[in-house]
């Protein structure tokens, strides 16, 4: 259950009371590369070092003002998101990929995220080679489910993250190939 591939979405919920049993806090990590939205946020463990590596190139290539928003979130707090969300674009609780701790949402500080920003055509560029992908990629909607979302990052290893480049797969369209769904 703990795989970094696995797959959560709305047919495939996560038990509420799962949890990663490797969360790292983000405001401990020395040196960190990246801003944090002022509250606890925590990735699991090769997440957390996974996202320090992207942003220190990030960093490296003059992209120096990422911030995390979000990361982990347990099925209580997205019971909250969920029932506070006005559009239904909030996953219900045990839907969410945040509850794995291998997804994070990303910020341009003081700006947010869209789809045709520099920052975002970054992060599509090279967060494969960190082993994240851009879950819900522009175009895909019809496998995903979910609109177009450029700020959320899912860490699934590089093998992985490469061969959905490469095939141009969303992570639904990954675990159809490998047999697993
Ligand atoms: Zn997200």
Redesign the pocket.
Known sequence: MNETTMLVNESHPLPLNWQPDDLVDLWKVQPRHYLLYPRPTRLSECAADAANGLFEQAEREGFDDFMVL?AFRDSDYQAGLFADSPNGYVARPGC???QTGL???IAQFGRGMALDDAHAAWLTENCWEHGFIVRYPEGREDVTGIPA?P??LRYVGRDAAMEMRERGWVLEEWHGAHGMV
């Open positions: 979000s969410s990929e945040h997804a994070m949402d979302e700020w959320h």
